[in-house]
């Protein structure tokens, strides 16, 4: 399995972007589907979104849609999380996540912090 650390998070302003990092240790990156979990104070981590190990990407909920993008580096083993326009309903722990090489984008969705390998997370915080 994958050892993933996230990077990135910060403090901005509504409005303004961070752009997310999760380096993956391990063996056949590119064999990977990778997702973009958050959680916010109080719930449950959610779905934001995953990229899928053959390059296409999805979005979990349709109030990143058009804001965030998913990509990868293979060569670097590295997935990003691009999130512009922030709104303070973004704030939350953004962890990066994945499970067995070439699942598919909805087995990956399903995660939950008891199966697959996730990182420790990094916070986000969106000022209004």
């Known amino acids: 399995q994958l050892q993933l650390v996230e990077s990135g998070g910060g403090v901005v302003e509504a409005g303004g972007s961070l752009r997310l990092s999760c380096s993956a240790s391990g063996r056949s990156f590119n064999t990977y589907t990778m997702a973009w979990f958050r959680q916010a104070p109080g719930k449950e981590p959610g779905f934001v979104g995953a990229?899928?190990?053959?390059?296409?990407?999805?979005y979990g909920t349709d109030s990143v849609k058009g804001r965030f993008t998913i990509s990868r580096d293979n060569a670097q083993n590295t997935v990003y999380l691009q999130m512009n326009n922030l709104k303070p309903e973004d704030t939350a722990i953004y962890f990066c996540?994945?499970?067995?090489?070439?699942?598919?984008?909805?087995?990956?969705?399903?995660?939950?912090?008891?199966?697959?390998?996730w990182g420790r997370g990094t916070q986000v915080t969106v000022s209004s």
């Open positions: 990229i899928h190990w053959s390059g296409p990407s999805m």
């Open positions: 996540a994945t499970g067995s090489p070439l699942m598919s984008i909805q087995q990956i969705s399903t995660l939950t912090p008891r199966s697959g390998s």
